[in-house]
């Protein structure tokens, strides 16, 4: 399956931004899906998962009750919805795929993924 993250861009502190993830040669249905991001510098971080055949849904500390993750399964799509968007957000954003139930350690894991998009630049700054 091949994933194409789209809808980055420049944000102002407290805004909000949605990012898509579209997938080809699969579907979502089939996948663990995750979001993570990576800053200038700095290595690779979880964002959120989703679970495939369930509402479940993990985030990172950094941006529970700030960030959504979600399916839009006739569209074939993941969205991230980020609202109050704050400088240190400001990263590469990267979907990814996982086949099979994984358990819930293995979805905060990237190393642990089979497919990945290629990412999306959001900037948080005034």
């Known amino acids: 399956v091949q994933l194409q993250a789209s809808g980055g861009g420049l944000v102002q502190p407290g805004g909000s931004l949605t990012l898509s993830c579209a997938a080809s040669?699969?579907?979502?249905?089939?996948?663990?899906v995750g979001w993570f991001r990576q800053a200038p510098g700095k290595e690779r971080d979880f964002v959120a998962a989703?679970?495939?055949?369930?509402?479940?849904?993990y985030y990172s500390n950094s941006v529970k009750g700030r960030f959504t993750i979600s399916r839009d399964s006739a569209k074939n799509m993941v969205y991230l919805q980020m609202n109050s968007l704050r400088p240190e957000d400001t990263a590469v954003y990267y979907c990814?795929?996982?086949?099979?139930?994984?358990?819930?350690?293995?979805?905060?894991?990237?190393?642990?993924?089979?497919?990945w998009g290629q990412g999306t630049l959001v900037t948080v700054s005034s």
């Open positions: 990814a795929a996982k086949a099979g139930h994984p358990i819930v350690s293995t979805m905060m894991n990237g190393n642990m993924y089979d497919y």
């Open positions: 989703s679970r495939r055949g369930s509402s479940a849904t």
């Open positions: 040669g699969g579907t979502f249905s089939s996948y663990a």
